[in-house]
């Protein structure tokens, strides 16, 4: 028989997760000795005050027959860094864009996997969500993550923003299942 996690202990973990890595982006911009920077395009200056890191998601055992390419306990990282902002009055609010990196090559298992983006920004207290795809579009044009985008915004505000990256797999009549064993973690502070 199989024993099921409440979903009230899923929360508390969570927030946990997101509550010890706050509190290392917290120190870490309170003692302003990090002067780590976002990584950038091409086309944009790098920010010099601008703490960011980023750490992958793990995924877990691939066995067949919904296995891909790679075998198991794959990396997916998603970086954030602080989103364009236009020349306009009154000022835009600050933004944060996550971008899925290192996108996979099409695998035919790979159009019921998508990455989540859980956010929360730490001096204004906003919070909001992501789905990104990462990997490469092939012949599917069907179902939710085809319809992705590899790189989003979120409307943040200015401050630390602290966020959790989860692999999910869609699931035949159910939500879809988490499947990274270990979440990512994407934090850095946004300049005003």
């Known amino acids: 028989m199989r024993e099921t996690v409440p979903l009230t202990l899923m929360t508390h973990f969570t927030r946990t997760r997101t509550l010890i890595a706050a509190a290392g982006v917290a120190v870490a911009?309170?003692?302003?000795?990090?002067?780590?920077?976002?990584?950038?395009?091409?086309?944009a200056p790098p920010l010099t005050n601008a703490l960011s890191f980023h750490i992958p998601a793990i995924g877990g055992l691939e066995l067949?027959?919904?296995?891909v390419p790679g075998g198991s306990f794959q990396r997916t990282t998603v970086t954030a860094r602080p989103g364009m902002r236009p020349m306009i009055f009154p000022p835009a609010?600050?933004?944060v864009?996550?971008?899925?990196?290192?996108i996979a090559p099409y695998h035919y298992e790979y159009p019921n996997r998508f990455v989540t983006v859980d956010w929360r920004n730490l001096?204004?207290?906003?919070?909001?969500?992501?789905?990104?795809?990462?990997w490469e579009?092939?012949?599917?044009?069907t179902g939710y993550p085809v319809s992705l985008p590899t790189s989003g915004i979120a409307p943040t505000g200015s401050g630390p923003?602290?966020?959790?990256?989860?692999?999910?797999r869609l699931r035949y009549q159910g939500p879809p299942a988490v499947i990274s064993l270990i979440p990512g973690v994407a934090?850095?502070?946004?300049?005003n």
Do not use: M, S, W
Not at 97 to 102: C, G, N, P, R
Not at 123 to 134: M, P, S, V
């Open 161 to 168: 923003v602290v966020a959790t990256v989860t692999v999910k």
């Open 137 to 141: 579009k092939g012949p599917t044009t």
């Open 123 to 134: 001096r204004n207290g906003k919070t909001g969500h992501l789905d990104l795809r990462y």
């Open 93 to 95: 609010p600050a933004t």
């Open 64 to 67: 067949p027959p919904p296995a």
């Open 187 to 191: 934090a850095l502070n946004v300049p």
């Open 29 to 43: 911009a309170a003692a302003g000795t990090i002067t780590a920077t976002a990584p950038a395009a091409d086309a």
């Open 97 to 102: 864009q996550f971008t899925a990196e290192h």
